[in-house]
């Protein structure tokens, strides 16, 4: 199966995974009401279509279905391509306004496996980025279906702050209501289709086109206030 074919055949469900963005959701959040500040969205379509030796194909919707039920206040969806070596990545990044009236089912220990994708492997990781000393967390799945593989590398991100650990997530958001009066977060994927290629080659390719991306979405989350 060629690369645009893989994109395309496994979008799908793993928008259905990207559902686990909602899972933020606090419980104490159904039982306190915080009247939250009214704020923008990022902008997203607004990042640049090349950075650096990335560059973006094409830019794509995620279809009026998946939209209803992910309900994002503002997402992106691009195939980026190295002009050095052909290398691939998909970018899919969904910003949320506020959690307050959200609700959402599982996290993706459940939510990837169920939509077909095998995980073969997963664990937390560290990408240095520019202005975080000591790298931002990130979970890392290698992930196989029939005959196809993957590596998947998402993490959660506003302009507070980043985590990977959903639980981590779940007892920042109280805080953040009450301090900034203020939920809103962003989930942020990456998937890079591993084909014959290493699963190192392919995790230097994520993990080089991160460091290009995450300044500029740290800038955009910022501008929100």
């Not at 109280?174 to 014959?196: K, N, Q, T």
Request: overall charge positive.
């Amino acid at each position: 199966m060629n690369k645009s074919k893989l994109f395309a055949t496994m979008r799908l469900p793993l928008f259905a995974g990207a559902c686990l963005i909602l899972v933020l959701q606090a419980g104490a959040t159904r039982m306190l009401k915080i009247d939250e500040q009214k704020i923008g969205v990022p902008k997203l379509h607004d990042l640049p279509w090349q950075m650096g030796p990335w560059k973006a194909s094409s830019e794509e919707s995620i279809g009026p279905d998946v939209t209803a039920y992910l309900k994002p206040d503002e997402y992106i969806l691009r195939d980026y391509a190295d002009q050095r070596g052909g290398a691939t990545i998909d970018l899919f990044v969904a910003y949320f306004k506020s959690l307050q009236n959200t609700y959402g089912p599982h996290s993706p220990k459940i939510c990837l496996p169920g939509s077909g994708w095998l995980v073969s492997s997963s664990k937390i990781v560290n990408i240095a980025v520019p202005g975080w000393p000591g790298g931002i967390p990130v979970n890392q799945f290698t992930m196989e279906k029939s005959n196809d593989r993957i590596l998947v590398l998402y993490w959660y991100q506003n302009d507070r702050d980043v985590w990977a650990e959903e639980f981590r997530a779940k007892l920042r958001l109280l805080p953040d209501l009450i301090r900034y009066r203020r939920s809103d977060v962003s989930l942020v994927r990456v998937i890079a289709p591993l084909g014959g290629s290493t699963l190192d080659k392919e995790l230097t390719n994520c993990e080089q086109f991160t460091q290009r991306i995450f300044p500029l979405l740290a800038q955009h989350f910022a501008s929100v206030h």
